[in-house]
Structure formats: structure tokens, C-alpha cells
């Protein structure tokens, strides 16, 4: 089955403590992305990766890294989590011309 | 920079009604489109996916349009059912083929 794939599902850690959301997809898309989602400002991209050791910035990049050594995997990297990074995490990818494949999404909170 | 809006933000009607959402956006250089829906604390499910080039999807009892010039795209949903029920994101592939924008979404009530 072609699926986006995320770990955890919930994650609660506390400020400082470097964690790592973990997204693989089977489809061999070359594009996959990150994004947050908070009430009142709905989702938005944080990274994103055009292919294997590509990887640019999207519009909330600050506190948080990425990297892209295989094509199915795009690990988020959180060096040292802040409270204002508790949020709704959902990984993406696709191909050209395919609809964008979403995971089930981390909730992570961070004390 | 891209900036995608969806009006109504909320919109409650009567179970069989038809109705519309409407997506706008801002730079019209657009790949292509998206329609969501998603369910209060889940993941995201695909309706339709419009190209740049094509001028309507249709799914079922789902329908949508783009107007790529005026920078608008409407979901048309047929005969709704309390099902139907949930929130309905439209988000927009552009920058190069690398950003993905999003709107803030029509929370959709189908009331029995």
C-alpha cells in the first residue's frame, strides 16, 4: 500500500532534550516536506527536499533541521525544542503531476 | 510570496444542501491545486488535485474548479451529508515546483 509514514504519533519531551520525527514513504517520490499545523494559523511548511541531499527552507524553518541521505526518508530534527514548537507535525511528499501524500501526523508537546 | 485564503472560515447548512467553499490565491503561477478535508485531530485526506492546466476535477458528489487567471478555485459538494462534516483545506503547489501553501480552511456542520 502507498503510504507516508510517521513515528511517533505523540511525543511529549521537555525544553532542551534533541528529538527526532522520523518519515518514510514507499512511492519513491522525489519531493517530500514537513509542515506544522496550529489553530489559527493552519498549516505551514517548515522544510522541504526536491530530491536525495537537497533540502531548502519553507516558511517556519527556525529551531528546526532536516536532512535527506536516502529518497524515502526525511527525518525532523528538533537540536533543542522550545514550548512554542509543541504543535500538530504532518510529512508530505509526492511526484510531478501526483496529489500530495500525507502521513497520520506527530502531536508533540514539549514542557 | 503566496498567500492562500478560504472563505467562509466556518459554514453550517442543512443536510442535502449544495454548496460552495471558495479558495483564492494570490500568485497565479501556480502547478497546481489541492482540495483536503480533514477530521477534528487527524491526518489529511486527498478529494481532488487539479493541474494548472485543466479547468475542473470531479469526484463523486465533489467538484472542483480553477480560475487560474483570477486566482480562484471553488468546491462544489452535491447533496451534503452529515458526513460531509469536517474541515476543508485547499493548498497550492508554486514557487518552482517547491512551496506548498495553504489555506486556513472552511470548517463545514452538515446538521441532520
Known sequence: EAQVTQNPRYLIT???KKLTVTCSQNMNHEYMSWYRQDPGLGLRQIYYSMNVEVTDKGDVPEGYKVSRKEKRNFPLILESPSPNQTSLYFCASLSW???LHFGNGTRLTVT | KQEVTQIPAALSVPEGENLVLNCSFT???????????QDPGK???????IQSSQREQTSGRLNASLDKSSGRSTLYIAAS???DSATY????????????????????QVIP
Do not use: E
Not at chain 2, 27 to 37: E, H
Not at chain 2, 91 to 99: D, H, M, N, P, W
Open chain 2, 89 to 108: 483545506l485547499c493548498a497550492v503547489l508554486s514557487g518552482g515546483y517547491q512551496k506548498v501553501t495553504f489555506g486556513t480552511g472552511t470548517k463545514l
Open chain 2, 27 to 37: 500568485d497565479s503561477a501556480i502547478y497546481n491545486l489541492q482540495w483536503f478535508r
Open chain 2, 81 to 83: 451529508q452529515p458526513g
Open chain 1, 14 to 16: 521537555v525544553t532542551g
Open chain 2, 43 to 49: 491526518g489529511l485526506t486527498s478529494l481532488l488535485l
Open chain 1, 97 to 99: 503531476g501526483s496529489p
